[in-house]
């Protein structure tokens, strides 16, 4: 049981590029998160999905988008790299609306996280 | 909106030091709350959580507890080890969007 994996670990772009985080997970979750995680700053939510089909905004998903079609893989992709997209970004996933009687449901699982750089 | 609010690190204690890392929140209603851990080069997982007031929270000696009076999750440990060292993160859940808001984080470095 590999939880969710992502790639790439590390990867430097120029500004403007383009290119695709990819995320996996093989515990059947209906819901993935991708948040980027930036130095004194928290963890903040890019996009999530509640199930194969359908993906929302987060709280920060200027120059990024998403989608979801199988239950396994919500890739991040970003069109046009910007300084400001420098970061650490984490793919997460958990079986269902947290916060409801199902204690597993409150809990995310994450993945080991892509430290991106843009120059 | 809803926020939380850490103690800023990095905090340094010499092992089988007594720890507190500070948490506060805002939130409408009755929020779940979280500790999370991430250790060098992984992603974050759940150390702790509390549902309700007045819930405790525990794991691998960690405790927090609900304080809802104070708007309050501290995060304790009796006697800190150098394998504790990680960076903590206090979150809540924030109804309605499905979705866990983060502290800052804060990180701790145990010495032997």
């Known amino acids: 049981n590999a939880g969710v994996t992502q790639t790439p670990k590390f990867r430097i772009l120029k500004i403007g590029q383009s290119m695709t985080l990819q995320c996996t997970q093989d515990m059947n979750h209906n819901y993935m998160y991708w948040y980027r995680q930036d130095p004194g700053m928290g963890l903040k939510l890019i996009y999530y999905?509640?199930?194969?089909?359908?993906?929302d905004k987060g709280e920060v998903p200027n120059g990024y988008n998403v989608s979801r079609s199988t239950t396994e893989d919500f890739p991040l992709r970003l069109e046009l790299a910007a300084p400001s997209q420098t970061s650490v970004y984490f793919c997460?996933?958990?079986?269902?609306?947290?916060?409801?009687?199902?204690?597993?449901?409150?809990?995310?699982?994450f993945g080991a996280g892509s430290r991106l750089t843009v120059l | 909106g809803n926020s939380v609010t850490q103690m800023e690190g990095p905090v340094t204690l010499s092992e089988e030091a007594f720890l507190t890392i500070n948490c506060t929140y805002t939130?409408?209603?009755?929020?779940?709350l979280f500790w999370y851990v991430q250790y060098p080069g992984e992603g974050l997982q759940l150390l702790l959580k509390a549902t309700k007031a007045d819930d405790k929270g525990s794991n691998k000696g960690f405790e927090a507890t609900y304080r809802k009076e104070t708007t309050s999750f501290h995060l304790e440990k009796g006697s800190v080890q150098v394998s504790d060292s990680a960076v903590y993160f206090c979150a809540l859940f924030s109804g309605g969007y499905n979705k866990l808001i983060f502290g800052a984080g804060t990180r701790l470095a145990v010495h032997p």
């Open positions: 939130a409408t209603g009755y929020p779940s």
């Open positions: 999905s509640v199930g194969a089909g359908i993906t």
């Open positions: 997460a996933s958990n079986v269902g609306l947290l916060g409801t009687g199902n204690s597993g449901a409150n809990v995310l699982t």
